[in-house]
């Protein structure tokens, strides 16, 4: 599966982003998808994740009530929201994908991920 993120940039806090992850090279229902985020200072932490089916989802803590991510299957596209943006929010996001057989499983380990994006650059303003 090939991952192409985009829709990054700079917001002020209080603002919003989507951001979309589009897939190719396989059957985009067949992959749960998950988000990712990266600071110099932090590890890739995880930030939500779906599952095959769009109305399996799972969010971090931190971002719950905030962020929301969907996916069009037909598409071929993960659509991550982010609302109420806050300086900490500031960081590189990648979108990853894993094969999974059941349509509600999701998972949160990014070394579960078998297939991430380049990467996109989310900046928050004070």
């Known amino acids: 599966v090939q991952l192409q993120a985009s829709g990054g940039g700079l917001v002020q806090a209080g603002g919003s982003l989507r951001l979309s992850c589009a897939a190719s090279g396989r059957t985009f229902s067949s992959v749960a998808m998950g988000w990712f985020r990266q600071t110099a200072q932090k590890e890739r932490e995880f930030v939500a994740a779906?599952?095959?089916?769009?109305?399996?989802?799972h969010y971090a803590d931190s971002v719950k009530g905030r962020f929301t991510i969907s996916r069009d299957n037909a598409k071929n596209t993960m659509y991550p929201q982010m609302n109420s943006l806050k300086p900490e929010d500031t960081a590189l996001y990648y979108c990853?994908?894993?094969?999974?057989?059941?349509?509600?499983?999701?998972?949160?380990?990014?070394?579960?991920?078998?297939?991430w994006g380049q990467g996109t650059q989310v900046t928050v303003s004070s």
């Open positions: 990853a994908a894993r094969d999974a057989n059941f349509i509600t499983a999701f998972c949160t380990g990014s070394s579960s991920y078998a297939y």
């Open positions: 779906i599952a095959r089916s769009a109305s399996v989802t």
